[in-house]
Structure formats: structure tokens, C-alpha cells
């Protein structure tokens, strides 16, 4: 009974003969219906310049840049990042770089100081910090130990017996089946 009048007050809002129920009923449909997607209005806006790049989430930058260490010569130095595929492929980079001196770009991420450790990058990254110790070289598990020599079998003498006894051996099925062939 109560579907039935579910239905028929929907038929009635569809129809337009209870206007102001209808919006309470669907509020979030006016919003389509302001911004309807097929409109002939609706124009393509071109993005500005950078514009294609629109959030940049610092989990997101974490995972993609890996920071491996800092190459110095004289007073220069260089961070040496290494970029993700995917990023690569988001960022529409095209070159294979490896190292990044101060002031310069990785797609939106600009190097603002490459300080001992640690590069912090600018621009619409927003001061996100790539670590050595975040590295993901340095979260790896430890390597497991050598077995110690306590749990190693030692290996017996050759002139000493086996002390499990004697070899046993085993009857062989086809031998009924080799001594009828020959």
C-alpha cells in the first residue's frame, strides 16, 4: 500500500503537479539540471598552462618520486629522483631525467632546497618533503640471517659408518617382466 502511494506521489512530481515536494524529495537534482551536460551552451574551456595537472596529493607524490640520494660536485648538487611510470604518463613527461638541481621542474613539483637527506619540493606540490628514510629501499624487511651453525647437520666422517644402518633397498616391480624377456 505504501509503494504504491511512493508511486503514485513520484508520477505526480514527474508530471509536475507538486512542485515544491518534488524538491524536497530530490534537492541534489537541481544541480542537474542547472548544469546540464548536454546543453548546447556548454562550451570546451582549454585548461591554462599547467592547467592539466589539477591535484597533486602528497601520498600520491610520495609513491611516484623516489628519492634515491644527492649527487654533489663542487658547490653544486643535484637530487637524484627517480620517476614512476604512471607519473611519468599523468605528468606527460617525456624525458628520462634522473637528476635535479634547485629551481628546477618535475611536471607541477618544482625543487625549492636539497638539504642533507631530504629534498623539499614547491610549486603545487606545496612543500612536500622526500626523505632517504622514506625511501622504499630502507622500509624493506632486513635480510634474513645465515642458518647458525647449531642447527646445521654435521656431515659424518667417511671412515665412520652410517648410523642409520644399513642402505635398504627396495624390490624392483618389472624385474618378474626383465628375466621373461630374456
Given at each position: 500500500m505504501v509503494s504504491y502511494l511512493f508511486k503514485i506521489?513520484?508520477?505526480?512530481?514527474?508530471?509536475?503537479?507538486?512542485?515544491?515536494?518534488?524538491?524536497?524529495?530530490?534537492?541534489?537534482?537541481?544541480?542537474?539540471?542547472?548544469?546540464?551536460?548536454f546543453s548546447p551552451e556548454r562550451r570546451y574551456v582549454p585548461p591554462e598552462e599547467g592547467g592539466a595537472i589539477q591535484d597533486v596529493r602528497q601520498e600520491e607524490i610520495k609513491r611516484g618520486l623516489t628519492f634515491r640520494g644527492i649527487f654533489r660536485h663542487g658547490d653544486e648538487k643535484w637530487a637524484v629522483i627517480e620517476i614512476r611510470p604512471y607519473l611519468k604518463r599523468k605528468w606527460e613527461l617525456e624525458e628520462d631525467r634522473k637528476f635535479f638541481a634547485e629551481g628546477e621542474k618535475i611536471g607541477p613539483c618544482e625543487i625549492k632546497k636539497i638539504a642533507r637527506g631530504e629534498v623539499?619540493?614547491?610549486g603545487k606540490c606545496k612543500?612536500?618533503?622526500?626523505?632517504?628514510?622514506?625511501?622504499?629501499?630502507?622500509?624493506?624487511?632486513?635480510?634474513?640471517?645465515s642458518i647458525s651453525k647449531k642447527s646445521v647437520p654435521k656431515k659424518s666422517?667417511?671412515?665412520?659408518?652410517?648410523?642409520s644402518g644399513p642402505k635398504k633397498t627396495f624390490p624392483n616391480p618389472f624385474k618378474k617382466l626383465l628375466q621373461k624377456q630374456q
Open positions: 506521489l513520484i508520477l505526480l512530481c514527474f508530471l509536475g503537479f507538486w512542485g515544491s515536494p518534488c524538491r524536497a524529495l530530490a534537492p541534489e537534482f537541481e544541480v542537474v539540471v542547472e548544469k546540464n551536460v623539499v619540493l614547491g612543500n612536500i618533503t622526500l626523505t632517504l628514510s622514506e625511501s622504499p629501499e630502507r622500509k624493506r624487511p632486513a635480510p634474513k640471517r666422517p667417511p671412515s665412520q659408518k652410517n648410523p
